[in-house]
C-alpha cells in the first residue's frame, strides 16, 4: 500500500512519523504448523505517525491485504480465568447498566465468540456476531439457540441487522479506515437514537507512557488514546456517554448513543500536546528498552540459565521480532491447548503447555502481560519450579 499522508480519524494533515520499524510479521495470532513456514512468515514495515490535530496514531504503511483473519487466527483470551471473569463482569455490567435484558445484540468483530454469549446469559435476548474467524462449535453455552453467528467482515451489506446494542471489543484498532468505519456503523444504525454502541480496544496512552514495544504489531494499524477516541466517536456522530480505562488501565472503554453534538468537551480528552511528547519520547526511548530487556536476558543465558515466555499470543511475537536474537529463548508457552504444538510466526519458537517446564527448568519466565502474573505465579508453584517470574 502506499504511503498515506492524512489522519484515518480527522482527515488532517501533517502526520509525524516517530517510529519505524522493518520486517515485522504481519500476523501475530496466526500460529504455524512447521517451524520453518514460521520463520518465513511474511513481514511488513511499521512508520506511526501521530496526528498533531485530533491525537491519533497509525501506521502510514499499512497494507490489509497482508493480515489474514481467518479460522487460523488464534486471538482469544478465554483460557485464562483472569480474563474470562474480566469479560463475565463487563457483560453482565453493559446489559445492567442499558438495560439489554431480552434485547438484541450485535457483535462487530466476535473473535471466537465468547464475549457475545457472556453477554446472552447475563439476560440479552439474542444476540448476532460476525467476524472471519468465527467458530461457535467451540463455544458451550445454554444461549446457542439464541445467538447467529456470520463467518465475514461487516460492512453496509449487513446494514439490515439491527440491534439495541452494537458491540465491537478488541476491532477498531486492526481498522486503518478508522472514520469510514465507525461512519458506517453509524449510518447503519439510522434513526435508532436508543441504541447503544460499546467499544473496547487497547489504550495507548500507557503503550507510549511505558515504551512497550512488545504492544506495537502489523495488525495494530491504529492507536488510540482516551482522547483521541472520544473526538472520533464525536466527529463520526454519536454522544459519547463514558469513557472509561479497565483491565489494570490496559484497555478502553467507550460508550455511546447515536447523536453527536459535535462539541469536544471533555475532562476525559487527552491533550493533544502531552500525547505528541510521548510518541517522541517513544520513538527515542524505543531501542534503549529494547537492549535492556535483550542484555538482561542474554546474562542469564551467559551464564548457562534459560529463559521462557508465558503468553503466545501478538505481545510474544512483538517481543521476539524485536530482541533479535532467537537463541535467548527457549520456549513459549501458553496455557491455550490449540497453540500448542506450533510455532511462532517470524521466530519460528515452539508454543508449549505448562506441564513441559519442568524439564526445561528455567531460570526465568517473562509474563507477557502483568495482568497474568498471579496466575502464572499459582501455575509455577503448582509446578514446583523455583523459576523467577518477571511480567513486562
Given at each position: 500500500?502506499?504511503?498515506?499522508?492524512?489522519?484515518?480519524?480527522?482527515?488532517?494533515?501533517?502526520?509525524?512519523?516517530?517510529?519505524?520499524?522493518?520486517?515485522?510479521?504481519?500476523?501475530?495470532?496466526?500460529l504455524?504448523?512447521?517451524?520453518?513456514?514460521?520463520?518465513?512468515?511474511?513481514?511488513?514495515?511499521l512508520?506511526?505517525?501521530?496526528?498533531?490535530?485530533?491525537?491519533?496514531?497509525?501506521?502510514?504503511?499499512?497494507?490489509?491485504?497482508?493480515?489474514?483473519?481467518?479460522?487460523?487466527?488464534?486471538?482469544?483470551?478465554?483460557?485464562?480465568?483472569?480474563?474470562?471473569?474480566?469479560?463475565?463482569?463487563?457483560?453482565?455490567?453493559?446489559?445492567?447498566?442499558?438495560?439489554?435484558?431480552?434485547?438484541?445484540?450485535?457483535?462487530?468483530?466476535?473473535?471466537?465468540?465468547?464475549?457475545?454469549?457472556?453477554?446472552?446469559?447475563?439476560?440479552?435476548?439474542s444476540?448476532?456476531?460476525?467476524?472471519?474467524?468465527?467458530?461457535?462449535?467451540?463455544?458451550?453455552?445454554?444461549?446457542?439457540?439464541?445467538?447467529?453467528?456470520?463467518?465475514?467482515?461487516?460492512?453496509?451489506r449487513?446494514?439490515?441487522?439491527?440491534?439495541?446494542?452494537?458491540?465491537?471489543?478488541?476491532?477498531?484498532?486492526?481498522?486503518?479506515?478508522?472514520?469510514?468505519?465507525?461512519?458506517?456503523v453509524?449510518?447503519?444504525?439510522g434513526?435508532?437514537?436508543?441504541?447503544?454502541?460499546?467499544?473496547?480496544?487497547?489504550?495507548?496512552?500507557?503503550?507510549?507512557?511505558?515504551?512497550?514495544?512488545?504492544?506495537?504489531?502489523?495488525?495494530?494499524?491504529?492507536?488510540?488514546?482516551?482522547?483521541?477516541?472520544?473526538?472520533?466517536?464525536?466527529?463520526?456522530?454519536?454522544?459519547?456517554?463514558?469513557?472509561?480505562?479497565?483491565?489494570?488501565?490496559?484497555?478502553?472503554?467507550?460508550?455511546?448513543?447515536?447523536?453527536?453534538?459535535?462539541?469536544?468537551?471533555?475532562?476525559?480528552?487527552?491533550?493533544?500536546?502531552?500525547?505528541?511528547?510521548?510518541?517522541?519520547?517513544?520513538g527515542?526511548?524505543?531501542?534503549?528498552?529494547?537492549?535492556?530487556?535483550?542484555?538482561?536476558?542474554?546474562?542469564?543465558?551467559?551464564?548457562?540459565?534459560?529463559?521462557?515466555?508465558?503468553?503466545?499470543?501478538?505481545?510474544?511475537?512483538?517481543?521476539?521480532?524485536?530482541?533479535?536474537?532467537?537463541?535467548?529463548?527457549?520456549?513459549?508457552?501458553?496455557?491455550?491447548?490449540?497453540?500448542?504444538?506450533?510455532?511462532?510466526?517470524?521466530?519460528?519458537?515452539?508454543?508449549?503447555?505448562?506441564?513441559?517446564l519442568?524439564?526445561?527448568?528455567?531460570?526465568?519466565?517473562?509474563?507477557?502481560?502483568?495482568?497474568?502474573?498471579?496466575?502464572?505465579?499459582?501455575?509455577?508453584?503448582?509446578?514446583?519450579?523455583?523459576?523467577?517470574?518477571?511480567?513486562?
Open positions: 500500500m502506499t504511503r498515506i499522508d492524512t489522519c484515518p480519524a480527522c482527515g488532517a494533515g501533517g502526520l509525524e512519523v516517530f517510529h519505524r520499524a522493518a520486517g515485522v510479521p504481519t500476523n501475530s495470532c496466526l504455524l504448523e512447521d517451524p520453518e513456514e514460521a520463520r518465513d512468515f511474511p513481514r511488513g514495515n512508520e506511526l505517525a501521530f496526528c498533531g490535530a485530533c491525537g491519533f496514531i497509525t501506521n502510514v504503511v499499512f497494507d490489509p491485504s497482508r493480515a489474514e483473519y481467518s479460522g487460523r487466527y488464534e486471538e482469544t483470551q478465554g483460557y485464562s480465568a483472569t480474563f474470562v471473569e474480566f469479560g463475565r463482569n463487563l457483560a453482565k455490567r453493559w446489559v445492567e447498566a442499558y438495560d439489554l435484558h431480552g434485547e438484541h445484540v450485535l457483535e462487530i468483530g466476535c473473535g471466537k465468540g465468547e464475549f457475545l454469549t457472556w453477554m446472552v446469559e447475563a439476560g440479552a435476548g444476540g448476532v456476531g460476525i467476524d472471519p474467524g468465527v467458530d461457535p462449535e467451540r463455544l458451550e453455552t445454554g444461549a446457542a439457540e439464541r445467538i447467529a453467528w456470520i463467518a465475514d467482515f461487516y460492512d453496509d449487513y446494514a439490515h441487522l439491527q440491534a439495541d446494542a452494537i458491540v465491537c471489543r478488541h476491532t477498531l484498532e486492526h481498522i486503518h479506515p478508522v472514520s469510514d468505519f465507525l461512519h458506517t453509524r449510518r447503519n444504525i434513526d435508532r437514537r436508543d441504541a447503544v454502541v460499546l467499544f473496547e480496544l487497547p489504550d495507548t496512552l500507557r503503550v507510549l507512557r511505558e515504551v512497550a514495544f512488545w504492544d506495537v504489531y502489523y495488525e495494530h494499524c491504529s492507536y488510540f488514546t482516551i482522547g483521541s477516541l472520544i473526538r472520533l466517536f464525536r466527529s463520526c456522530g454519536f454522544d459519547v456517554l463514558d469513557a472509561s480505562y479497565a483491565y489494570e488501565d490496559q484497555y478502553l472503554l467507550i460508550e455511546a448513543r447515536p447523536g453527536g453534538s459535535g462539541d469536544d468537551r471533555s475532562k476525559l480528552s487527552t491533550d493533544v500536546a502531552d500525547v505528541a511528547a510521548l510518541a517522541r519520547r517513544f527515542a526511548r524505543f531501542e534503549e528498552q529494547a537492549r535492556a530487556w535483550h542484555d538482561r536476558i542474554a546474562a542469564i543465558v551467559g551464564r548457562g540459565g534459560r529463559v521462557a515466555l508465558w503468553g503466545g499470543g501478538s505481545k510474544a511475537v512483538a517481543f521476539l521480532t524485536t530482541l533479535g536474537d532467537r537463541s535467548l529463548i527457549d520456549v513459549v508457552v501458553d496455557i491455550n491447548p490449540r497453540k500448542q504444538g506450533r510455532y511462532i510466526a517470524g521466530t519460528g519458537h515452539p508454543v508449549v503447555g505448562p506441564e513441559t519442568p524439564d526445561l527448568a528455567p531460570e526465568l519466565v517473562v509474563a507477557m502481560n502483568p495482568v497474568y502474573a498471579p496466575e502464572i505465579a499459582s501455575a509455577l508453584d503448582d509446578l514446583k519450579l523455583s523459576a523467577r517470574l518477571e511480567s513486562l
